[in-house]
Every structure is written in C-alpha cells, then in structure tokens.
C-alpha cells in the first residue's frame, strides 16, 4: 500500500510538472564583469569584414559589442531555463521558463531585472498572413524582349527613387551584403526570379532566430515579397533596385502570433547580421499592439528608448550599418503612429508613398512621444509590383512592408558605386537628395530619396560606365562633359530616356580632343528626369546617365 502512494505521488507530481506552462522572458545582467572576452581580442566575436567596416567609419568596438558573459548564462540554466536567444547589446538573454523559474532568477546577483515577454508558442507554420490589398497580376512572360525596358514590371516604381541611371551605369549592388530579417521566405531558394541571385551564392539562408535552425525558406510568403523588390532579376520582366547585392535571409518574425518576444529576436538578427558584417538591414516589420493588450505599447513609450526592440535599433545604428525599417501600416485609423523599432533614432523609418509621391493612406506617421520626424524618409509602398512564390508570377501588394525594401536596395546600388563610403556618408547624401530636404514634416519626414542626384552629391566627378562625366549649369546651359577612351568623331550619339527610348540623335561638340573629351550642351531644355546618352561604334556601346533637374 505504501508503495502505491508513492507511485502515485510520483505520477501526481510528474503531471503537476508537465503541466507547468512555459513563457518566455527578457533577462536583463548587472555587468559583463569577469568575462573570458576582451574588446582588445574582437575577431573572437566579430568577423574581420564586421571589424573592416568600423575602421572605414572610425567606429570602436566597446563593451556593449562583448558578448553576454556565458558564466552568467550557464547559471540560469543551473536554474532550470532554457536561453532562447542573447543580446551583447543589451547585455540580455530572452529565456524560456515556467513562472517559479523565472521568478527565482531575481535573487541571482547578476540579474538585473525579469520581463515576460508572453507565452512560449510551439511553432506551427500557418497561412500567410497578407499584406495590404494583395492581387494576382496579369502578367505575361512572354513580354521578355530588346523593346522592353530592362526593369520590365518593376521599371516604374523604381523609377520613382531615380535609381535608372545609376544602374545603367553598372552600379547595381554588387559587393553589398544586404539583411533581410523577416518571418520566412516560402520557396525564395526555388522561384525563377532569383536563380541568378541563387546561383552566384548571393542568396544566403543566415539564422532562424524563432526555432534556432538555419530553415528560413519556409513559413511566410510576406519575406519572399520583400526580397523580391530588390533582388529579383529577371531582365524585361521584373529587376528589383539591387539585383547584384548579396542577400543573407533572417527569421525574426514568430508568424503563428505577436508578442515583445520578436523584438528580442529582431535584436538577436540585428547583432548577427553585425557580426557576420552586413552593410544594410532591412526589417519590414514593427510592433505596437500585441496578442496580450497589457504588453502593447503606449504612445509614450514611442520614444526610441523604452521598448526593447528600439533600444537595440538605436544601437545597431551606432555600428556603422544602415537600418531601414518599415513605418506601420496603421496611418488610416485612429492610432497612427509608427511602430517599434521605428521609433529608433539613427534608424531610417520609411513610410510608404503612392504613384503621385503622396503619402499612401495607410502609411503611419510620427511624431514619436519625445517629438522627433516619423518617418524619416519615404519610398514607393502602394501597389507595389512583387514576386508571388511559385513559378514566375507577380502580384500587386501594398504597405510600408514594401517601400522600406524598396528603399534599402536603392542604397544598396548607390552604395556599391562608393564602397568606400560609410553608412553616415551615404545616408548624408540621400536625405540631401530627397524632395522635402529642407521642410521635413511627419507624413513624410525628409521625403523621397532622388538616387542620381545623391550620386552626384557623393562626388564632383561620378564612375561611369566607361569614363568619367560631371554636371554644371552655366550660362543658362547644362553642360555634359564625359571623359571616355574610344570615342572619335564621326560616332553615333543618341540620346534616351530611361526606358531606353531614342528621344533625338546628338551631334557633340568636340574638344580638347588630347584628352578625348566632348561636351554637349543643351540638356537644360529636357523636362526633368533621367536620360541616358549611349555611343557606339565599332568598338561597341557605352550608356551614359544624365539626371535632368529644374
């Protein structure tokens, strides 16, 4: 009998255990005291390409960039959790315990504080949750052809952000790592539309920071259409702004529900991304309103450094990456305002703007609680052309999800044209560029980016595609000068639009014919926009950009 009781004792006991519900919870650390890493010895803990690009940018490597002392982290562990993910940032470990576990981590002398961050969810792989007003697009791969602009059915959104000319002079992305983080990407490692990406070794799966295994191409189309708008490349079909950059996938997005957990994992991606030395990030996500409504942000903790997602964001702008981030799809209801991390200082938020440069309706704007521009900068968002995931297939969506991917390519292609320039050097010029540089507003912060024009901002003279060309306006005359090696009087010169479009024949002045120099005057006549001047000969063809500004 006695031996019976204790049976079921034992049964009692081990279903009581079972039972015990797991959450998930942010663990903030006193220190980094007694830490077997030194900010003396970084390669331990930062790539050499991470470290490259803070020597270009004069960035040190500080205490925030040590990781989490991994003596305090066994501790918890002795403590019966589970460590989820870390942050060096925040000096922070996101864990997963029962409620008595995590209440006995307080007494620890190295914790600081306990958050809990909501329930631990198992993960399942749901449908897909859409963007805004998403459609099949009719369209015809047929179309593919030498009559068709290079872009295909991505050339007018692209146009938009002025990124025309600066491709077809060959600066397209290339030796730029790019971040994606995001909920997953459904079959991005099979679709058509990236295989140049793919077979070239550009598209790489990096971490899944939801189920911690490298399964990225799964769970969520949204990621796949993110990715599209600026690497696809299927020429005269669809080319997005940065086509020959280098893509490292990321799982941030716990998909099957919403919860503070993913600012955690957005931060974890973030510091991975650094780590590996990723140039550009882009998360077209955001968090205000969560599953639970006593963990959902107030408007006043939209100050950039409350929440936890935005306290690591202003840090990861500090590392000499640029961090481009969706605004929030929330601007035609009551509350308007951008989410968490765009609230982030030193982050780029970006809203999302029409056909006709106007806000998009559903675009969220600022100001943040401690009165700052929101967003920062805005980019084509509305009814945007995007890759479906099986087959070559396109389909229309719309959201700041888009316009922040559409932006971050485009500085992926200006930047591949200065890769020696830094994070601040290129974000300098492009807020310059941008149409509401000198009267930001919080509908569309400093506005839309211009990428020639910010070309021309980042240097006198500007690589060409074969040579050198410059711009100045004098005498009421723009004057084009282009230094090149194989042109002779005689040649074929065309001007073109940006579509490729033969606009007029030119007969150029030539002089200083020493150098090989002609000059061509008259451009102040075209409307505003992009042009390109292509000469050919016998030796072959060379495209010239022009950006025509009033």
Not at 47 to 59: F, H, K, N, Q, V
Not at 209 to 230: I, Y
Request: proline share 5%; with cysteine; aromatic share 10%.
């Amino acid at each position: 009998m006695q031996k019976l009781l204790f049976i079921l004792f034992y049964l009692l006991f081990q279903q009581t255990a079972f039972c015990q519900k797991i959450n998930k919870y942010w663990v903030e650390f006193r220190d980094k005291a007694n830490s077997p890493y030194c900010i003396c010895r970084p390669a331990e803990y930062l790539s050499g390409r991470a470290l490259e690009r803070r020597a270009r940018a004069s960035i040190e490597v500080v205490e925030n960039d040590l990781p989490v002392n991994p003596g305090y982290l066994e501790q918890l562990k002795i403590k019966g959790v589970q460590i989820h993910n870390t942050s060096r940032w925040l000096n922070a470990a996101a864990v997963m315990a029962d409620s008595a576990s995590a209440k006995n981590l307080e007494s620890l002398p190295f914790v600081q504080s306990v958050r809990y961050l909501g329930p631990h969810l198992k993960y399942r792989n749901p449908p897909n949750r859409p963007m805004k007003n998403r459609e099949p697009l009719k369209s015809d791969p047929a179309i593919l052809g030498d009559d068709i602009p290079i872009w295909g059915y991505a050339g007018q959104q692209n146009q938009l952000l002025g990124i025309s000319v600066l491709q077809l002079a060959g600066h397209r992305g290339a030796g730029i790592w790019v971040a994606v983080m995001d909920g997953g990407f459904t079959n991005a490692d099979t679709i058509p539309m990236f295989d140049s990406v793919a077979l070239q070794g550009r598209l790489i799966p990096g971490w899944d920071f939801v189920e911690r295994d490298a399964g990225v191409f799964e769970a969520a189309q949204h990621g796949t259409s993110v990715l599209s708008v600026m690497a696809a490349n299927l020429p005269r079909y669809f080319v997005g702004t940065a086509p020959d950059a280098t893509y490292f996938l990321i799982k941030t997005e716990d998909t099957g529900g919403e919860f503070p957990i993913e600012e955690a994992n957005w931060i974890a991606g973030a510091e991975w991304a650094d780590s590996v030395g990723i140039d550009i990030i882009n998360a077209s996500l955001g968090y205000t309103s969560f599953n639970d409504n006593k963990l959902s942000h107030t408007y006043l903790e939209l100050n950039g450094h409350t929440a936890i997602g935005s306290r690591g964001a202003s840090i990861a702008a500090t590392k000499g990456m640029i961090i481009c981030n969706a605004a929030g799809n929330e601007g035609d209801g009551e509350w308007h305002y951008i989410g968490v991390p765009a609230d982030a200082p030193g982050i780029v938020a970006v809203g999302a703007v029409g056909s006709d440069e106007a806000r998009a309706s559903f675009s969220s704007f600022g100001p943040t609680s401690d009165g700052r521009i929101k967003p920062d900068l805005v980019a084509p968002g509305d009814q945007i052309v995007v890759a479906g995931n099986v087959g070559i297939s396109l389909g229309l969506s719309s959201g700041t999800s888009l316009a922040s991917p559409m932006l971050a390519g485009a500085l992926a292609s200006l930047w591949s044209a200065f890769p020696e320039k830094t994070a601040s050097e290129i974000l300098e010029a492009v807020f310059a560029s941008s149409d509401q540089a000198e009267n930001p507003d919080n509908e569309r912060g400093y506005g839309l980016p211009e990428m020639t024009q910010a070309w021309i901002e980042l240097g006198e003279l500007v690589g060409g595609n074969g040579g050198m060309f410059g711009f100045n306006r004098a005498g009421g005359e723009l004057t084009f000068t282009y230094a090149f090696d194989f042109f002779k009087p005689g040649d074929s010169v065309e001007l073109r639009n940006d579509l490729g479009q033969k606009i007029a024949a030119i007969i150029p002045e030539i002089f200083a014919r020493e150098i090989s120099t002609l000059k061509i005057k008259g451009l102040s006549k075209l409307p505003a926009g992009h042009y390109q001047i292509v000469l050919s000969n016998k030796k072959g063809v060379k495209r010239l950009g022009v950006g025509v500004w009033k």
